[in-house]
């Protein structure tokens, strides 16, 4: 029998009628693909496949190819399979780390001039190879790779904010002067892919990264978040007055770590001043507070008050720190350019113009939390 394999660029194959149970067992479904680049500069497509055999002990394969374009990969990505591709869904495409530093831009263009491929495709960057983050075998995972991926960046998005990054979030950020895109970033700990970073990009190339503790920060700035979680320190001494135990030499140089959850944040950004390319983001939230390594004494009416105060402070600090790092790498992830160019009188903002001034902007970042609950502190 002539071998089959049918598998146009990462797309779902929709059948119609029933399916005879043989057949079923010649078809698979493809989940993930991750695309890398090898030594030689060619591309390499790594698909991750669920089959239907009935005398297969492992029912998930992965098929690659080699080529110099993505299509050329799908071809010879055919040869290595002896099933039909059934009906299914792509849910996250991968890019491997030497992909990202070149340019992820002719891959996002080959994949929305495909009108069979679905916008709501996840992506996502790999700290390694795209093929080593795929071919992950642990025994605490009990599905493919590809499907813990996708539903790892589900569980970890609120509504439609990041890292949730579809496909045509991350074009329309590719194609816009005035804001980068970024991505969730995985890496392997201990033998299992894990999501802890941000990938930034100028445009289609990355340039760096951010703790994935940070993008609360950046949602505010897009959209209203809400059930994020975040971490402050604050210094032991400047909450002394409101402590339940007196403090000993040692805790004066020590500080208190605060848990919050954030029940409503919303940013709002807006230029200043053109020429001296001033902004300012008022940042409102409500927080619950969760926990604090040390016990504060909330009957104490200072205390509420002199917290919100302290809180505030740092997060107006983790915004400060934010930026610098962000012009650091010249990547503008929150759109600062955006507004820029809404506010320009004469003539249209040029990608060049805003990658020069991007990272002088001075932006004044004003906090107003409010402490909205709190439980019992241990």
Sequence with gaps: MKRMFIFPLLITLVLGGCIPSNQLEKMGILYAAGIDRTHNGEVELSAVIQQFEAQSANN??????????????????????????GSGKVQIVLFGMDTAKQDLGAYIDTLRRDPVVPNTLYLAVSETTARKILQTSYSAITVSAGRYLHDVIDRNSNDDVFPKVPLYNYFVKLSDIGQDPMLPMFHLYEGIPKMDYIALFQKGKYVGKLSMGEKYLLNMLESKVKGEFFDVSVPTKA??????????????????????????????????????????????????????????????????????????????????????HLQSVNSDVIGFGNIYRANLKGHQLTEKEWRDKFPKINVKFDADVKIVGHGEMS
Excluded at 63 to 84: P, S
Excluded at 261 to 268: L, P, S
């Design 60 to 85: 998930t394969k992965m098929v690659t190819g080699k080529a110099d374009t993505l299509r050329g990969t799908l071809q010879n990505a055919n040869l290595e399979t002896n099933f039909h591709l």
């Design 239 to 324: 909450l002394k007055q409101v402590t339940r135990s007196p403090l000993n030499s040692d805790d004066k140089n020590k500080n208190v770590r605060i848990n919050f959850e954030i029940a409503e944040g919303k940013g709002r950004i807006r230029v200043v001043d053109m020429d001296k390319l001033d902004f300012h983001a008022k940042i409102k939230m409500e927080v619950h507070l969760i926990e604090t390594s040390r016990q504060l004494d909330f009957n104490n009416p200072q205390t509420a008050s002199l917290l919100k105060k302290k809180v505030e402070k740092e997060v107006e600090k983790k915004y400060d720190k934010l930026l610098h």
